[in-house]
């Protein structure tokens, strides 16, 4: 089995069952995303079109994140049990070791986690709502000029030295330039 890059899972359709964070964050350098330290998830779906294995890699520094899955539908394999094995395999050759399943122990943790990778993606559901304000209204382009109130003019410019003192005793006295 090998594992494509594939769009971001609807999360309207697809519910987490398991998920699985990556403890370490190895340099990758994959054409998918810049070079850099990277995360990773093995996430464990469920929805009406059955069990499906989905891997998320999120690039530290530029927030990107892919996602892959295997090329060949999960029925042709024996269950998702071979095919999590496969993406385990699959992210281990990049270098990631995996944690135990994130579902059994902290599910808010889980949930959480996988809707960031979800919303970096465009795909949750804050990045749908998003989409739509966006679609709704042209976005208002501000100049400086206008935000920005012009300053009060100031009446006398005070030099900045350490002789200012002497400047602002003598306010008329005439400068001498050597």
Do not use: H, Y
């Not at 899955?69 to 070791?97: K, V």
């Not at 679609?135 to 400086?144: F, K």
């Not at 005070?158 to 200012?164: E, M, P, S, V, Y």
């Amino acid at each position: 089995m090998f594992f494509a890059r594939q769009d971001p899972p609807d999360p309207t359709r697809n519910a987490l069952r398991a998920l699985r964070p990556s403890l370490n964050t190895p340099v990758l350098g994959v054409d998918e995303l810049p070079p850099g330290p990277a995360s990773a998830a093995i996430a464990c779906l469920g929805g009406p079109g059955g069990p499906r294995i989905s891997l998320a890699l999120r690039a530290l520094r530029s927030g990107e994140v892919v996602f892959f899955g295997p090329d060949e539908e999960l029925g042709e394999w024996r269950g998702p049990e071979l095919a999590l094995d496969a993406a385990l395999s699959f992210a281990e050759s990049m270098g990631f070791l995996f944690d135990d399943d994130r579902m059994a122990e902290d599910p808010d943790a889980a949930q959480r986690l996988w809707r960031g990778l979800l919303e970096a993606s465009g795909r949750g559901p804050l990045a749908a709502l998003g989409a739509a304000a966006e679609s709704a209204a042209e976005p208002e382009l501000l100049w400086l000029e206008e935000v920005a109130a012009p300053a009060a003019a100031v009446g006398r410019a005070i030099a900045l030295t350490k002789f200012r003192r002497g400047l602002l005793d003598a306010p008329d006295a005439p400068r001498r330039v050597r």
